[in-house]
């Protein structure tokens, strides 16, 4: 059973499934959460983090860039699922959206330890070349009309081109790579909060 009729899964349960999954890649347990832009996966996954214990948090949007908003596979494997796969910790280079560059010297890169449970979120979180690396992929189950007019309003008019640009990009990931049908759980928005179900890979 999944979607709309399966069992809401509380916060608290669905965080002691995860602790409870072997690991994925080395001794990580990573879980992706993905969604089209604006669905609320970085609410989410701070949401879920927090129940973790503070669980830490791969942002997707820090390894991609103006220039490609989804060639980030090859920094992933790099500078994150590479070392975590063999028990050592991770250090990413973050993007400056403000200043369109990834910065370079010493303290430039970010220090991801090998924790229990590492959280990755971010549009494409699911995508075919990173599932053979995750424990468990969640999906916030927003329609992508519902989540581009929410970002949009969050990011102002000042963005609309991003949008635009943005949006015709994401159309083109996932009609070439759906994460939607290897999502394990949905997460859905309700009036008291997130709504967590089994979703349509079920919980394997």
């Known amino acids: 059973m999944s ?3 399966a069992p809401h899964i509380p916060l608290p349960v669905l965080a ?7 690991p994925s890649c080395g001794p990580v347990r990573l879980v992706a959460v993905d969604g089209h832009a604006g669905s609320g996966k970085t609410t989410f996954a701070g949401r879920l983090a ?12 820090d390894l991609a860039s103006h220039d490609a908003y989804f060639d980030w ?6 500078q994150v699922l590479t070392p975590l796969s063999r028990g050592r910790t991770a250090h990413y280079t973050r993007y400056d959206w403000t ?11 970010t220090p991801l330890p090998p924790a229990p449970v590492i959280l990755v979120e971010g549009v494409g979180a699911g995508r075919h070349a990173l599932r053979p690396y995750l424990s468990r992929l969640l999906w916030m189950d927003m329609a992508p009309q519902d989540a581009w007019r929410r970002g949009r309003m969050r990011d102002g008019a000042e963005l609309a081109e991003f949008w635009d640009s943005w949006t015709r990009s994401e159309n083109r990931h996932f009609a070439e ?7 394990n759980y949905l997460v859905r928005q309700g009036e008291l909060g997130f709504e967590v179900r089994v979703g349509p890979a079920g919980d394997r």
């Not at 002691?16 to 072997?22: G, V």
């Not at 129940?51 to 942002?59: E, I, M, Q, S, Y």
């Not at 596979?73 to 790099?78: P, Q, Y």
Request: aromatic share 4%.
């Open 16 to 22: 002691e499934l995860l602790r409870e999954l072997p």
């Open 73 to 78: 596979t090859g920094r992933l494997d790099e």
């Open 3 to 5: 979607g709309s009729d």
């Open 177 to 183: 790579d759906p994460s939607y049908s290897s999502a």
């Open 50 to 61: 927090a129940g973790l214990g503070g669980a830490p948090v791969l942002h997707l949007d």
């Open 99 to 109: 200043r369109a560059a990834f910065p370079r010297g010493e303290h430039a890169s």
